[in-house]
T-cell receptor, first 111, second 117 residues
Framework: ETGVTQTPRHLVMGMTNKKSLKCEQH?????MYWYKQSAKKPLELMFV???????ENNSVPSRFSPECPNSSHLFLHLHTLQPEDSALYLC??????????FGSGTRLTVV | AQKITQTQPGMFVQEKEAVTLDCTYD???????LFWYKQPSSGEMIFLIY??????QNATEGRYSLNFQKARKSANLVISASQLGDSAMYFC??????????????FGAGTRLFVKA
């Protein structure tokens, strides 16, 4: 366990479904992140939250909707996704400029 | 714009030997941080080592060291005495700024390291 917990580990959803990914950390970190990792592509930053305020939205389509109710929890709400959205979604947290602590990721398959 | 380049898609190394994974970066900022992460087949990303742009000495963490050459904008990872468990993807990453708030880090495409017995 890294201290960052992501659920579920695997998710299969249809293009018309609505689902949510959850990320939780109890490391006392102030910043949390969502990254997308697709096959043969570098990790893509999606969202950055600092003290539960969104500080970065990296031109992510609106079918991905983040929510950060407090510094320990981060959600990614998914709706009407496309097959190309299938990927590994990684959550991370950090304290200031230190290295990230990543969760184990959610492997998402859109059918 | 930020850019991280890892030119080695795959590398082989004999067990117990040292290996260097290359990373070059591009930034116009004076203050930035450089990171290396390891991703085993299990998928979890593991933070290995950090180098600040103002750090005069190369960072070291156990068998990992970062060969920081600021003028060349390179931040190569050196793994000494390779072990079979070192087989994984390795990502170089950079963030701009002093990291005082929420900040973004960009990642290179990665290098897959294979350690041979």
């Amino acid at each position: 366990e890294t201290g960052v917990t992501q659920t579920p580990r695997h998710l299969v959803m249809g293009m018309t479904n609505k689902k949510s990914l959850k990320c939780e950390q109890h490391l006392g970190h102030n910043a949390m992140y969502w990254y997308k990792q697709s096959a043969k592509k570098p990790l893509e930053l999606m969202f950055v939250y600092n003290f539960k305020e969104q500080t970065e939205n990296n031109s992510v389509p609106s079918r991905f909707s983040p929510e950060c109710p407090n510094s320990s929890h981060l959600f990614l709400h998914l709706h009407t996704l496309q097959p190309e959205d299938s990927a590994l979604y990684l959550c991370a947290s950090s304290r200031r400029g230190n290295g990230y602590t990543f969760g184990s990721g959610t492997r998402l398959t859109v059918v | 714009a930020q850019k991280i380049t890892q030119t080695q898609p795959g590398m082989f190394v004999q067990e117990k030997e040292a290996v260097t994974l290359d990373c070059t970066y591009d930034t116009s900022d004076q203050s930035y941080g450089l990171f290396w992460y390891k991703q085993p087949s299990s998928g979890e990303m593991i933070f290995l080592i950090y180098q600040g742009s103002y750090d005069e000495q190369n960072a070291t963490e156990g068998r990992y060291s970062l060969n920081f050459q600021k003028a060349r904008k390179s931040a190569n990872l050196v793994i000494s005495a390779s072990q079979l468990g070192d087989s994984a993807m390795y990502f170089c990453a950079m963030r701009e700024g002093d990291g005082g708030g929420g900040f973004k880090t960009i990642f290179g495409a990665g290098t897959r390291l294979f350690v041979k017995a």
